[in-house]
């Protein structure tokens, strides 16, 4: 039975002061998205002022990327134990002053400390500001509209860094990009403690150094391989290095948080099915829905003769696609259930990709601007599902951890999806036997129809992993209470 659109309403429905939470938590996670693909269009400026060899520009997105996706599980535990509140808070602040220092860089080295920095500030204030978000406000049609929100807001703040990096680049310079976070980051540090009660455990046993060093090693390892992968390729010596050697430390980490008294990850948690396959899926839908971007990048600018600012500006339907997804999927959830929607959401992104392999080398446009649409929709439809599904039936003690589980697969999708789809448009452009349009038109074509595959799948997954009755009981027998999809249904009723 579904529940009453009226009473769901009802239930939704925010005070002024959880409003003002909800624009300082959700507008960190867009200022994060923002600076994270801001400087994209920028690099070739850049890296002329500053004087970066071009082989190295590649690593003031990397410099971001490893800290951020490295640190989350750490951070998202240390959040929980020492204070959520006061977690946000510092990172905050130390975002602000490495943007600082990142705009008035004088030197390609410092940039990248600074960007560095920022990755470090972001893994802080992730999993902070979701584990805040999920604890102020209620499981079930609040959360899920929270939720809808932080989603919408984190898909516009990543498609409008691509856009206004090239704006804010050619009215004025790189350097105001991150400028911008400077005033923004002073107003959430003032407003946090304000707006925001401190939130941790109550115990607050010794933090698990050993599986920190491990699965921070393993992470970072990882994340290095796949983003060096793209340069140096998948079969060189580095990332086969580093791809072995996060492995290794990962296989470390879970040996060590089975023998521990106080795990930095509570293997129960990870052997919940909403957990584990919920983020799988996430994983899956970021890491498509970026190579896509990228491949259509590829196909606007070498296909079409369309330049940056243009290929920026063409992507605005997918971005207003995108927030409307995060508008009505609590709507949509509290109809259908958080299972179907994530489903849904995810075959709809399937063929709306499958759909832009009709592209050609002459007009096509009005097919790319629907079909982006449609799967930005979808996109975030599952985005929400799978926050939803990998955060519910968890006590607030591990929120913080449930949340950084959930960023770390977002991390990672955003992180392996370029490279793995560039590799696939590369072997595709090679067999058509060279660089010209028609060439990469068959690469980008082969990309697109391998990200529909990996998405239909990742939809059969949550099809059989994912069924509401299916996880209760699963996560019955690994001690959990309650599903997300017994939740929902308690709502309904």
């Known amino acids: 039975m579904t529940s009453d659109p009226v009473d769901s309403a009802a239930k939704a429905r925010f005070t002024t002061r959880q409003w003002l939470i909800i624009t ?28 970066f060899a071009l082989s190295d520009l590649q690593w003031v997105v990397t410099a971001f990327a490893l800290p951020s996706g490295g640190l989350l599980l750490l951070f998202g535990r240390a959040a929980d134990l ?35 920095a920022q990755g470090v500030a972001a893994a802080m204030l992730t999993p902070a500001a979701m584990s805040l ?9 609040q959360r899920d509209r929270a939720l809808g929100i932080n989603g919408a807001l984190l898909s516009l703040g990543f498609l409008s860094g691509v856009v206004l990096g090239g704006v804010i680049t050619d009215l004025t310079s790189w ?58 390729g998948w079969s060189s010596g580095m990332t086969l290095g580093a791809l072995a050697a996060g492995a290794v430390l990962l296989v470390a980490f879970f040996a ?71 508008a009505f999927a609590a709507r949509i959830i509290g109809r259908i259930g958080v299972h179907r929607a994530l489903v849904y959401g995810l075959l709809l992104q399937a063929a709306s990709t499958a759909a832009l392999f009709f592209l050609d080398t002459e007009g096509g446009m009005p097919l790319l601007l629907l079909a982006t649409a449609t799967g930005g929709f979808g996109h975030l439809l599952a985005v929400v ?14 929120q913080g951890l449930a949340t950084g589980l959930a960023y770390t697969g977002q991390q990672l999708g955003v992180t392996v999806g370029t490279p793995v789809l560039a590799t696939v448009a590369a072997s595709g452009m090679a067999s058509a036997g060279g660089s010209g349009p ?18 239909l799948a990742a939809g059969l997954v949550a099809i059989a992993f994912l069924r509401p009755g299916r996880t209760a009981s699963a996560d019955a027998s690994a001690g959990a209470s309650t599903s997300a999809g017994e939740r929902l249904a308690a709502d309904a009723r």
């Open 175 to 232: 350097r105001v990009t991150l400028f911008i976070s400077v005033p923004v980051g002073i107003a959430a540090s003032i407003a946090a403690p304000v707006l925001i009660k401190e939130s941790r455990n109550e115990e607050t046993p010794k933090l698990d150094v050993l599986g920190a060093v491990t699965v921070t090693g393993g992470l970072l390892s990882v994340i290095y391989g796949i983003t060096s992968a793209e340069r140096n």
């Open 24 to 51: 300082l938590l959700c507008g960190a996670q867009f200022m994060l998205a923002l600076d994270f693909s801001i400087l994209s269009v920028a690099l070739p400026v850049l890296g002329k002022d500053l004087g």
């Open 438 to 455: 028609a060439a990469v038109l068959n690469g980008v074509q082969g990309g697109l129809l391998t990200a529909a595959a990996v998405l």
């Open 256 to 326: 060590v948080e089975s023998r521990v008294a106080a795990p930095l990850v509570d293997l129960g948690v990870l052997r919940r099915r909403t957990v584990s396959w919920g983020n799988t899926t996430g994983l899956i839908t970021f890491a498509m829905m970026t190579g896509m971007v990228f491949l259509l990048t590829l196909y606007m600018q070498q296909v079409r003769g369309m330049t940056p600012l243009d290929a920026g500006f063409a992507f605005a339907a997918l971005g207003v696609a995108a927030v409307l997804g995060g």
């Open 82 to 116: 020492y204070g959520r509140r006061n977690w946000f808070i510092a990172g905050m602040v130390l975002f602000t002053v490495a943007s600082l220092a990142g705009g008035l860089a004088p030197s390609p080295g410092f940039l990248l400390a600074a960007r560095a």
């Open 133 to 141: 978000l999920t604890t102020n406000f209620a499981e079930g049609p």
């Open 385 to 398: 599902g799978y926050m939803i599904t990998a955060t519910s039936g968890l006590p607030d003690h591990e």
